[in-house]
């Protein structure tokens, strides 16, 4: 072997070696995860209906937003029937945009039955209102015709708290007291959800309610357990759809007075 070939052989021999080792040096790949961008998290499809809210009509009151059913609009109640005789008309006195209680002629309720929904709804304790606890002003709201919002005049006028205004009735006390004085408007929003039945007529998910007053939480997503009785303990009754009941209680005080009533189905 001359030289140069020599030199050839240990370059050869050096390079092979170098190769040897950097192949055993190298991992194995595999598929890298992408590195997530903001844009991964975002979805734009489908895009939420639009509503249109209602327009600020002056003294509180805001018109229905653009898809609620209109349970009263100022002008009549022919969304209503009485309860005490289905299907007959609700004889409360409309007059001047408002319709008040007629304590003869008892509940009324709505023709059409509903599950869940948003509710809203705006009431008046008159002004001139006597009477003391639960026979002040006593009407309430029952949702599918079984469990009852108490609507009562409880500014400065105290009553066991499970039947206080916002209360489910006999069950569950409203979180705070956010009456408004006799003679002004109270807005109730409520946000119900119907409950599902076991087949043994067993809730399997009981109905809750969240209940607004004027702006503040009464009922944070409560669950009912059962119709709201006068004499006893709830009862689980297996229902379908019901309508949405306004109560004429019996008690002597001055009737009060509703306006502004839609229903958004959920
Ligand atoms: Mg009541």
Redesign the pocket.
């Known amino acids: 072997m001359n030289k140069r070939d020599l030199t050839r052989t240990v370059l050869f021999a050096a390079l092979s070696g170098i190769i040897g080792v950097s192949a055993y040096a190298q991992e194995k790949e595999y598929p890298q995860q992408e590195r997530m961008k903001p844009g991964m998290s975002e979805y734009w499809t489908p895009q939420p209906p639009v509503v249109t809210p209602g327009a600020c009509q002056g003294d509180g009151l805001i018109s229905p937003p653009s898809d609620a059913i209109v349970l009263f609009d100022g002008k009549d109640l022919s969304a209503w029937e009485s309860a005490r005789e289905e299907g007959g008309p609700a004889r409360w006195t409309v007059k001047d945009g408002i319709f008040t209680v007629d304590k003869k002629t008892g509940d009324i309720q709505t023709r059409q039955k509903f599950e869940s929904y948003q509710l809203h709804l705006e009431w008046r304790i008159p002004e001139n209102i006597s009477g003391t606890s639960q026979a002040r002003g006593?009407?309430?709201v029952y949702m599918q015709g079984k469990y009852?919002i108490?609507?009562?005049d409880c500014y400065n006028s105290e009553t066991y708290v499970n039947g206080q205004t916002g209360s489910v009735?006999k069950q569950t006390p409203p979180l705070v007291n956010a009456m408004r004085k006799p003679g002004e408007w109270n807005v109730y929003d409520i946000i119900y959800v119907a409950p599902v039945f076991k087949e043994d007529g067993g809730y399997r998910y009981p109905p809750t309610v969240t209940v607004i007053q004027n702006g503040i939480l009464l009922q944070n997503h409560t669950a009912i357990s059962g119709t709201t009785e006068y004499i006893g303990f709830p009862q689980v009754q297996p229902h379908g759809a019901g309508p949405i009941i306004l109560?004429s209680?019996g008690d002597p005080s001055e009737p009060i007075s509703f306006r502004n009533i839609w229903i958004r189905e959920l």
């Open positions: 006593n009407s309430g009852e108490q609507i009562l009735y109560q209680h």
